[in-house]
């Protein structure tokens, strides 16, 4: 490509993946206009530059956030000037994928290898990963991409590795529940952190295979079992519940889906799903039948998915590009961006029951903070949601423990 002088584009949610994470305590959800004072070089698709000026376009107050774009490509250059950077990518980190050849796994693997963070992309898979990994291995971007086929080379895939993503797993059909999907996600699950546990046990552990607010338990005491749990380590990825719920609400409102931002807590199914809707930002107003109808959407947008794919598969993209967003924003947490925030499921104290999915600040050792803000001045109907799921989401997460339970009984 030719060097390009003075060339100025703008970058919003729907043009990239490296935006800012979804949530922030006194949060503020922007735009970066970037300016070229030199030339463009890197990678393909979203390329460092040698000098840039970014302008922030806050909708609302609050602490300056660095972008995830201008963080990924350069945390260093956080402490230059508040509005001058210098941007260097820092690609150090080793990703893995468990179950990369799936529906999910492959365009998450493709994102992952756009983050100018990721050094080394290890795709994992029982079968049909090679042709995978040989056909994302041929895009410019940093890292070098490994595969590994099968239960014997499951462990060399682990070995060194800061993030593992696991969405390896059945999908949904239509008719069927994430509950149907529990029997056989929950050995995989537990097979999978076993041998995280005994190859890379202080790696960041993100739980995509369904269902989650049963899975991650699974995990917990898997974990524990091993004698490696880390509670701050190990997350339930609920980040496609914040992406739905933030562009339902933008096109309802007819608001730019870049400044949207609504939390959403509780769980990863159904009713255990609470948009929080009275803490959107930028603030909005919602009649009650705006309330109902978008919580039901948010709840029951996976089925959406499902349905109308007619039985050729479930949300495979959109969860993608939600697992990659918290992908990035765990690197970046990594890499020492001190303002990285997002919502996931994760142990929690937040309300009597041990885990719980809430918006949560994320650092170089995992979670380092519980945002507790979000679940106070609830509205009556938020409150009542909240009192209603928590039955449910007790359950989900007694069947998981006691899954897990049995079979070190088994065993």
Do not use: W
């Not at 994470?21 to 300016?35: D, E, V």
Request: net charge neutral.
């Amino acid at each position: 490509m030719a060097a390009i002088s003075a060339a100025t584009f703008t970058i919003g949610a729907p043009t990239s993946l490296y935006q800012r994470g979804s949530s922030l305590p006194q949060s503020k959800s922007f735009g970066l206009r970037f300016t070229s004072q030199n030339h463009l070089n890197g990678f393909c698709g979203l390329r460092a530059v040698s000098s840039v000026r970014c302008e922030v376009e806050s909708s609302f107050s609050g602490k300056e956030t660095g972008s995830a774009l201008r963080a990924s490509f350069a945390t260093k250059a956080q402490k230059e000037s508040r509005n001058q950077h210098q941007l260097q990518p820092q690609a150090s980190y080793k990703v893995a994928v468990l179950g990369a050849a799936g529906g999910i796994g492959q365009p998450l693997a493709l994102l992952i290898k756009m983050s100018p963070l990721v050094s080394d992309l290890h795709l994992y898979d029982i079968a049909n990963v090679k042709g995978v990994a040989a056909d994302i291995s041929h895009c410019n971007t940093p890292s070098q991409v490994r595969d590994f086929t099968g239960a014997s080379e499951l462990g060399d895939c682990l070995k060194g590795v800061n993030v593992v993503v696991i969405p390896a797993g059945v999908p949904r059909k239509p008719g069927t529940t994430r509950d149907d999907l529990f029997n056989i996600n929950a050995g995989i699950v537990r097979d999978l952190v076993s041998a995280v546990a005994d190859n890379c046990p202080g790696a960041f552990i993100h739980i995509i295979s369904n269902p989650v607010n049963s899975t991650v338990p699974i995990a917990a005491e898997i974990l524990k079992q091993k004698g490696v749990y880390d509670p701050k380590k190990l997350f339930g990825v609920t980040t496609l519940d914040v992406v739905r719920a933030n562009t339902f609400v933008a096109q309802r409102k007819n608001l730019k889906l870049i400044d949207v931002d609504v939390p959403v807590v509780g769980g990863h199914a159904g009713i255990t799903i609470l948009p929080l809707l009275s803490k959107t930002r930028p603030s909005a107003s919602f009649t009650d039948e705006e309330i109902e109808e978008l919580t039901v959407r948010i709840q029951n947008a996976g089925t959406e998915v499902v349905e109308a794919k007619a039985g050729a598969g479930s949300a495979t993209l959109s969860m993608a590009y939600a697992a990659a967003r918290f992908v990035e924003s765990s690197l970046r947490a990594l890499d020492g961006d001190g303002d990285v925030y997002e919502c996931a499921y994760v142990q929690s104290d937040l309300t009597e029951l041990p885990f719980f999915a809430s918006r949560v600040k994320l650092g170089k050792k995992g979670v380092e903070a519980l945002i507790p803000s979000d679940l106070q001045g609830l509205t009556e109907y938020e409150q009542k949601a909240l009192e209603a799921l928590k039955p449910e989401l007790k359950s989900s997460i007694e069947r998981g423990v006691a899954f897990a339970q049995k079979q070190t009984v088994a065993a």
